[in-house]
């Protein structure tokens, strides 16, 4: 008797440990990119209770931003291949978006390999029923590196 009490009492603590690690993550989340030119994730949600989320992109390769440069920009579905085009004239020096792009919702800076950076963005910008993704704007790099973002409740 005093055994079991002992065991459903040390299942809760660790459910109710979970419970909070998950909750204190949910306004965030963090992003890889690599030399192969990929993201590691194809989707993320974002709750519509956090005001603000933050997602943190790392570069985990070698390679320096010229060539396999990568950043996370967010935006409609619908707006992604012409924001990306605009972006390869704007060039490196504008992290390959067209300076002031109403059509971005968020974007990081453009980082190279060993680097991370973080962004927040501002959630009530999301409407339930349209489709948003995020991407890299790098030339080229849109094909391989997108993914859905999604609203979540
Ligand atoms: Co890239």
Redesign the pocket.
């Known amino acids: 008797m005093k055994n079991q009490f002992l065991s459903s009492a040390s299942a809760v603590l660790i459910l109710s440990l979970l419970t909070s690690n998950a909750m204190a993550n949910e306004c965030s989340v963090t992003v890889e ?1 690599n030399d192969a ?1 990929q993201f590691n994730l194809k989707s993320m949600v974002v709750p519509k209770t956090c005001s603000k989320f933050s997602i943190t992109l790392t570069h985990t390769g070698k390679m320096p931003k010229s060539a ?4 996370l920009v967010v935006s409609k579905t619908s707006d992604m291949a012409a924001i990306s085009k605009d972006g390869i004239g704007a060039g490196v020096a504008n992290d390959y978006l067209k300076p002031q792009d109403s059509r971005v919702l968020a974007h990081t800076k453009l980082i190279g390999g060993g680097e991370s950076t973080t962004i927040e963005l501002v959630v009530a910008q999301l409407k339930a029923g349209e489709s948003y993704s995020y991407f ?1 704007s ?1 030339p080229g ?1 849109v094909s391989l ?1 997108k993914g859905s973002v999604n609203l979540g409740s």
Request: proline share 0%; glycine share 10%.
């Open positions: 990119s030119m396999m440069g990568h950043n890299c790098f790099h590196m």
